[in-house]
């Protein structure tokens, strides 16, 4: 099984800075692709950046600029979040994908991320 565990989040003013970290335990191989989705209240869940195992990445538009996500190994990927807004609040799941294929996808519980303006 695989188990994801976010930390990092919290409570910033518009315009700084957070990082976010994940850990995976488990079945993550070095091909597995990682990344990070948010969910805001009363919204569905979105992509903001994911890494492929050859550090393939792709961002939301929404995050590109500011965002930039990276992959300490196979099973550490954190998110460098600059240049915040109140539209970046939110809870922050970390995914693993095993395969980059979608067949084998796993969440993490998430981190709260709440950006006041």
């Known amino acids: 099984q695989v188990q994801l565990v976010e930390s990092g989040g919290g409570l910033v003013q518009a315009g700084g800075s957070l990082r976010l970290s994940c850990a995976a335990s488990g079945n993550i191989f070095s091909w597995s692709t990682l990344g990070w989705y948010r969910q805001a209240p009363g919204k569905q869940r979105e992509l903001v950046a994911t890494i492929t195992g050859t550090s393939i990445t792709n961002y939301a538009d929404s995050a590109k600029g500011r965002f930039t996500i990276s992959r300490d190994n196979a099973k550490m990927v954190s998110l460098q979040m600059n240049s915040l807004k109140p539209e970046d609040t939110g809870v922050y799941h970390c995914?693993?994908?095993?395969?980059?294929?979608?067949?084998?996808?796993?969440w993490g519980q998430g981190t709260q991320v709440t950006v006041s303006s």
């Open positions: 995914y693993a994908d095993l395969h980059g294929n979608r067949r084998n996808t796993y």
